[in-house]
């Protein structure tokens, strides 16, 4: 498809090169970072027009109105922002909402003199940071109620930021933020869950998405029962695939609670099993790891929520306590490193492999938010070729990205910190590391990440890419 570019190279078919590709990204590359080097820009001009506007707020103010002559200062000044914000949102062909938060980013960013902010603006200056990026670290520092807390996260999140993708900065930033928030996590929550709510957005060809915001352990669970009851519909012959059967097990539960048949695909499929009935037969399942301390009520730390993240003390607790049964991971007190592992045998032991679920959180291929309960653990150095059966040789890899590496030229190194240094078919090296800091044999803990969405979803913090079923063979 390349020879259809104007200006491109026509490479030979029968001498294909991969330093034309390397050419064609290197130039792609330094064309984005003339792009963010321009998006700084803009932000710096969005924040001098915000200026502006409020040292001319009389002006945009009608000064004749007689309700308004009455009015607060605080109440003239959020009228003169919202003239200003149409104005800017025409000028620029956007939503109000969207020019809004395009004067909040460039605010944070830009004009809090002496506070965090500037240090991204400049990232995103250099083209090393993209604006999307930027947009990320100023929604969390917007949020923040304390200067020393925005210094922190920025600086806890910047190192990261340059070498990752933004569901994988907005999982450092939620961890980040939650450490250096002066507020209890649990006073965050308890205020949190007074917004959950549902939304209906409309889609294409006579869909429509349906997104509930609940506490994380309600979602986690309810995804969870969708899942199974899909794959049980599967076993019992149900030609639909999983994301259908979640679909139409949504369906059936709100609404006639019977499986109607409204799924097009499913039309001529003879006699399929009550999806609605299957769900409701089902025992949700969530992981959540609680440190020992938090449990016995010696401390309020929180626990994590396999495929999310931070949950409250309280919540973890009360989930434990009607857990089935429970696992103790036992760990080097001073490292982090498992000491119940058998590196002779190929079998990674569930302890290990929960440990492991901990320290990876996600797939660690680059860019990867696919939870790793959802996926395979692998041998870094193949068995076959001598790779031990240890935390130091296994990483996650979820089912398409697990294929990648062993059935194309992508190549992986772990190293002994538990970063993992991909490189690519062109020889570029990209950098992976843990959630966290590890231990000296890569092995320490880590907190999980986002599932994916669905593709085609209006946009979420966390979009992640599409399950995709891949091919063997893998090792």
Request: proline share 8%; hydrophobic share 40%; net charge negative.
């Amino acid at each position: 498809m390349f020879e259809t570019v104007p200006g491109f190279p026509d490479p030979s078919p029968a001498a294909p090169s991969l330093a034309i590709v390397s050419t064609a990204i290197d130039e792609v590359v330094e064309l984005q970072r003339q792009v963010d080097a321009l998006e700084a820009r803009r932000l710096a001009a969005v924040a001098r027009a915000g200026i502006a506007a409020e040292r001319a707020e009389s002006a945009l103010l009608v000064h004749d109105d007689v309700e308004l002559g009455r009015a607060g200062a605080g109440r003239r000044r959020d009228l003169a922002r919202r003239a200003f914000t149409a104005d800017l949102a025409t000028a620029l062909r956007l939503t109000e909402q969207a020019a809004a938060h395009l004067v909040d980013t460039a605010h944070t960013l830009a004009v809090r003199a002496g506070e965090a902010g500037h240090a991204t603006l400049d990232g995103l200056r250099q083209g090393r940071l993209s604006l999307a990026h930027a947009t990320a670290i100023a929604d969390t520092l917007a949020e923040l109620p304390t200067t020393e807390a925005r210094a922190l996260v920025e600086a806890a999140v910047l190192p990261r930021a340059t070498a990752c993708t933004v569901p994988q900065l907005r999982r450092h930033l939620r961890r980040a933020r939650d450490l250096a928030h002066p507020e209890p996590f649990v006073e965050r929550h308890r205020r949190a869950v007074e917004s959950r709510a549902v939304y209906v957005d409309p889609g294409a060809d006579g869909m429509a998405w349906l997104t509930a915001l609940l506490p994380a352990h309600a979602a986690h669970a309810a995804h969870d029962r969708l899942t199974v009851a899909g794959r049980r519909a599967q076993e019992a012959g149900d030609p639909r695939t999983l994301a259908q059967l979640r679909a139409d097990a949504v369906a059936d539960l709100l609404l006639t609670g019977t499986d109607d048949g409204t799924d097009d695909g499913a039309e001529g499929q003879g006699s399929v099993p009550d999806l609605a009935e299957i769900a409701r037969s089902i025992t949700p399942t969530v992981r959540v790891t609680v440190p020992v301390l938090s449990l016995l009520g010696g401390s309020d730390a929180a626990g994590d929520l396999d495929g999310h993240g931070p949950v409250d003390a309280a919540t973890a607790s009360t989930l434990t306590a009607g857990a089935p049964s429970l696992r103790r991971l036992l760990v080097d007190p001073v490292n982090g490193s498992v000491l119940t592992i058998d590196p002779r045998t190929y079998t990674v032991p569930a302890a290990l492999c929960d440990f492991l679920r901990a320290r990876d959180g996600v797939c660690r291929f680059p860019g990867c938010t696919r939870a790793a309960a959802r996926c395979d653990v692998d041998h870094v150095v193949a068995w076959s070729d001598g790779g031990r059966t240890v935390a130091n040789n296994l990483a996650h890899l979820c089912r398409h990205h697990h294929v990648i590496k062993h059935q194309s030229t992508w190549h992986g190194v772990l190293g002994p910190d538990g970063t993992l240094t991909w490189t690519s078919p062109t020889g570029r090296e990209h950098h992976d590391p843990p959630a966290e800091p590890t231990g000296p044999d890569g092995s320490g803990p880590s907190t999980p990440g986002p599932s994916a969405p669905r593709p085609g979803a209006p946009v979420r913090p966390d979009a992640a890419p599409p399950e995709a079923e891949a091919p063997e063979p893998w090792s």
